[in-house]
């Protein structure tokens, strides 16, 4: 057990090295080839401005049911003509404590205008854009948006992901277009019909209702 801020937690920190995974977890790819992967935070196009600790490859990272849960998902988009990319999935104790220290460096704000416009980075913490902890580091949560199948452009959800903003609420409708909140809910139902639950602050964040490591705080590399 490990105490952060003021936090009890199990942190599991292992090193794996080539494909090899901890036990449980998978290559997400593996399970739905269709899927398309765009995980922000192995390049600059993310908040912080640059990659992020413990991503190493572009690779998508879940656990085994968490992955299963998803590939039904992706299914049922498609009946639409819809799928799932994903920005971000399995993420490493480390990347967590890596945005932390970033949060802590007031002068570091080369992404405001892309990510915080209107939210002080001296109050990230506060309203609770960057935590200590996150159930990405559980393993069975996603970070999603939806593309169209025929052409793999994005569908518009009338912010970008990781808009540090209430209007990336999933049910804020006072900026967005009624098609946009009308998107963020397709999303919305298609994960929560395969067991996923939503995150009243982020229309593009799921995690697996049953998933199968609650207390454990992982830390192993993406690679």
């Not at 498609?78 to 993420?91: E, S, T």
């Not at 104790?93 to 220290?101: G, M, T």
């Not at 939503?198 to 690679?223: G, R």
Request: aromatic letters at 14%; a negative charge.
């Amino acid at each position: 057990m490990k105490k952060f801020w003021g936090f009890t937690f199990l942190l599991c920190s292992l090193s794996f090295t080539g494909d090899v995974l901890p036990g449980g977890f998978v290559y997400v790819e593996e399970y739905i080839p269709s899927l398309q992967i765009e995980l922000r935070y192995t390049s600059k196009n993310n908040f912080m401005g640059r990659p992020v600790r413990g991503y190493e490859a572009r690779k998508c990272i879940l656990s085994r049911e968490a992955a299963l849960a998803l590939k039904k998902v992706q299914e049922d988009l498609a009946k639409q003509k819809l799928g799932l990319k994903i920005y971000d999935a399995y993420r490493p104790q480390r990347a967590v404590n890596h945005f932390v220290e970033w949060a802590r460096d007031l002068n570091d704000t080369v992404m405001k205008s892309s990510y915080y416009p209107n939210v002080p980075k001296s109050q990230l913490f506060e309203k609770g854009y960057i935590a200590a902890r996150s159930s990405h580091s559980r393993g069975s949560t996603v970070d999603a948006t939806l593309v169209y199948l025929e052409d793999g452009s994005e569908v518009d959800m009338g912010t970008p992901y990781d808009y540090f903003s209430p209007v990336s609420w999933p049910t804020h409708t006072a900026s967005i277009t009624e098609t946009q909140y009308h998107n963020r809910m397709i999303l919305q139902k298609a994960m929560q019909a395969n067991g996923f639950l939503h995150l009243p602050t982020e229309w593009w964040h799921f995690t697996l209702d049953e998933e199968p490591y609650p207390d454990t705080y992982f830390d192993f590399v993406v690679e």
